[in-house]
């Protein structure tokens, strides 16, 4: 997961995007209203008699946004470590959250015009995608481009230092000389490579609190318990069994274990 991504794991991000998404809708609807809203906005003037729920309608709409963003944001927030987000899966639960407003946006508007849900339903789809898409798309831009130009390319040459659980520095490696790493219970196994000899070095730590050194390193993981150099990739394979496995032409022969949550990771570092 990229930066931008990861930034949504904390809290005061996803409060932004709530209050973003809702001062889109609110000056779209005051401004210069759009024709998608136009009819969803003086929903309920003809069958009620009133000359104006213009600004009702609006607050009612406002409403309906914050309680659906500030609920999908905490279930967002919530399941953090548990959901693996890259920016397809991101786009679709931004495009989901949108659904989800149309269809309590809409729930409401055919109880006030005292019409049909389905039509209002689509209306309402329609007018929430066309609005609520342009902060969507405009925060995933500016924060992509912004991690794109201050990211760092991987250092291949650089020296990795690797800490126990403690935080007592134990090894300390080039980032080329890695071909892998793998979890052993409680510990971290690293394969590397000395004068064209495999080695391995063994630490008391998890694969979580090395992860961050790791991608910055360039390094993918391929399964919960192996994190791969893809420099020494040779090939991602299917065995019989529709299982894939990272050959690295090493010791190790069956190959690593590369698991469907992780393909797409490793196949795009290739």
Known sequence: MGTYLKSY????????????????????????????????????ETALGKENLFYFNVSILEAIILVVLTLTRLVFYLMRNRLDMNLLNYSVWCVLEIV??????????????KGGYFPFLAKTL?????????PVAIMTLISVFKEAATAEPADEGARLKFYDSRHQLKFITSAASILYIEANENYIIIHYQENGIEKQFQIRNSMKNIEPL????????????????????????KDVNGLYFADLGTEKKDGIPV????????????
């Open 214 to 237: 790791c991608e910055r390193a360039g390094f993918v993981r391929t399964h919960r318990s192996y994190i791969v150099n893809p420099v020494h990739i040779r090939m991602v394979r």
């Open 100 to 113: 989800a407003i149309s269809v309590f946006g809409a729930l409401y508007l055919a109880l006030m015009d």
């Open 9 to 44: 794991k904390r809290f005061f991000p996803n409060l932004i995007y709530v209050l973003v998404m809702m001062a889109c809708f609110l000056v779209c609807a005051m401004m210069y209203e759009p024709r998608p809203m136009q009819e969803i906005l003086h929903a309920g």
């Open 126 to 134: 329609y007018a929430m995608l066309a609005v609520l898409l342009i």
């Open 259 to 270: 698991s469907k949550k992780y393909y797409d990771n490793v196949t795009a570092a290739l």
